[in-house]
């Protein structure tokens, strides 16, 4: 059971580039999310979804954008990356019913912009 | 809007030693509290939680308790391990249709043997 996959670990862009972090999860969740984890900051949320075909920004969603065209799967873009934008990225997914939020991690991004 | 405060580490402890990281809340209603862990090179884990006033979430030794008059949710062990070292995270969900969780900055705990 994979449960939640982010797609790659690791990758360093240019300023200027583009690129696409892939989160997919198999355990049917409606709710999906993306963070974005910088030294003493804590996790602060991007952008989120409550299901397919919907999304919603969050705490710091300047600068990128995300897609969920399947429930399964949840794409944050970056469309013109900039060195603050260096961060560990983690997706969860959070079943609707189960009441009380638990959330499931995938293992992170790690993206260095230069 | 709802916020999380918990102690700024780094912690560092002797193998055995008892462990407390304090975590205080701010939030409308009433929130499930949530404790995670994160071990080096990984992504967060749910350690335990709590969905109510009053209630205890315990696991791998670990415990905490929702109190809602001092609106605070401290984790406790009562001996520490190496291998408990990690980042541990308080959070919390307002629930409120998307379950968006709010959270403490982390502190980061070092067990020595």
Known sequence: NAGVTQTPKFRVLKTGQSMTLLCAQDMNHEYMYWYRQDPGMGLRLIHYSVGEGTTAKGEVPDGYNVSRLKKQNFLLGLESAAPSQTSVYFCASIPKYRGSGEAFFGQGTRLTVV | ?113
Not at chain 2, 9 to 26: D, H, K, Q, R, W
Not at chain 2, 88 to 103: D, P, R, V
């Open chain 2, 1 to 113: 809007g709802d916020s999380v405060t918990q102690m700024e580490g780094p912690v560092t402890l002797s193998e055995e030693a008892f462990l407390t990281i304090n975590c205080t809340y701010t939030a409308t209603g009433y929130p499930s509290l949530f404790w995670y862990v994160q071990y080096p090179g990984e992504g967060l884990q749910l350690l335990l939680k709590a969905t109510k006033a009053d209630d205890k979430g315990s696991n791998k030794g670990f415990e905490a308790t929702y109190r809602k008059e001092t609106t605070s949710f401290h984790l406790e062990k009562g001996s520490v391990q190496v291998s408990d070292s990690a980042v541990y995270f308080c959070a919390l969900s307002s629930g409120a249709g998307s379950y968006q969780l709010t959270f403490g900055k982390g502190t980061k705990l070092s067990v020595i043997p």
